[in-house]
């Protein structure tokens, strides 16, 4: 068994009003920020596993995302592994 | 009537939900703690509010996932009538047994107030006492009640019939001004399509008895007693 570490990122579909994110980009452009055409909010996971190679890793926590960590009702993910 | 009012940690709405259906209705019901697994000899499921797990990841995401969950999901395809209500709501769509997903409110404020419903359709367990078109008064609590659906599941809905409350103004017009969450179409409570499993944002349980402002939420819990009654 090896150990990686997955970071996991999550964020509402683009489809799906995200008022956190409105609300930031408008507090970004309060401070000068003009720039700033969109914020979206999420939510960022760090896990540590283990696991028999990084195809293995990589289709459990594809698992993890589908069944739990995402609802893809509303939202999406996407992922990288490291290997330790 | 024989009701199971599920316990998960973090449920707060338990106590109030038996408190009505034993003391003011008369009804046998138990608190059950979320590690059981059966619940044969119920006639009704009642997932009631609070915060499951603490609302960790995302509300009801963890508690969908209890022990208790698969004997929901078995009572549900039975054809028993479940209700889910504000966090119960949460969990019965994160438990895919609804369509759509409660997002955070469009303000970014938790809620608790009381609002008007108008009830949509009537031929359902839990508004079968009701008229079409009637207004409800009761009250909400929560930060997370926005209904969402993709076009295609809320198209569905409306011909279906399933959309059961929409928030509304004392006069039962349905406005932007009365949506307290930004709820997609002022959506406040749908079932599913064999009509059995309802869930809803505003708090029946909260509003049956005049010293506690009002008693419209007893019009839910009769309709499913009526409806028993029917079968």
């Known amino acids: ?84 | 009537m024989r009701f199971a009012v599920i316990v998960f940690p973090g449920t707060w709405s338990d106590y109030d939900c038996h408190y009505v259906l034993t003391s003011i209705l008369g009804q046998e019901a138990d608190l059950v703690w979320h590690r059981q697994t059966d619940l044969a000899g119920y006639d009704c499921v009642v997932l009631p509010g609070g915060f499951s797990y603490g609302d960790y990841l995302r509300p009801g995401a963890i508690a969908r996932f209890s022990p208790v969950m698969e004997a929901v999901v078995k009572h549900a395809q039975a054809g028993r009538p479940v209700i889910g209500i504000c966090n119960g709501f949460q969990i019965l769509c994160e438990a895919g047994l609804l369509p759509g997903a409660l997002l955070r409110n469009e303000h970014l404020q938790y809620r608790c107030q009381w609002v008007h419903l108008r009830v949509e359709v009537c031929h359902n367990p839990f508004t079968v006492a009701c008229s079409p078109g009637q207004v409800l008064r009761m009250p909400i609590s929560h930060g997370e009640g926005r209904y969402y659906a993709d076009p295609e599941t809320l198209d569905s809905l409306k011909r279906e019939g399933r959309i059961v409350f929409r928030y509304c103004d004392p006069k039962g017009e349905v406005t932007r001004q009365a949506n307290p969450n930004g709820s997609l179409e002022n959506i406040a409570g749908i079932v599913n399509r064999e009509g059995n499993v309802l869930g809803m944002m505003p708090h029946p349980e909260r509003a049956c008895e005049a010293l506690l402002g009002g008693e419209d939420g007893l019009f839910i819990w009769r309709s499913l007693l009526r409806w028993a009654g029917s079968c």
Do not use: W
Not at chain 1, 20 to 25: A, D
């Open chain 1, 1 to 84: 068994m090896a150990r990686f570490r997955a970071h996991v990122y999550i964020t509402l579909k683009p489809t799906v009003n995200d008022p956190q994110g409105l609300t930031i980009q408008g507090a970004l452009k309060q401070l000068g920020y003009e720039g700033v055409k969109s914020v979206r909010a999420g939510k960022y996971f760090v896990l540590e596993l283990e696991a028999l190679s990084s195809q293995e890793a990589e289709k459990s926590v594809e698992e993890m995302c589908r069944r739990l960590l995402a609802n893809p009702v509303i939202e999406e993910f996407r992922f990288r592994i490291e290997g330790s």
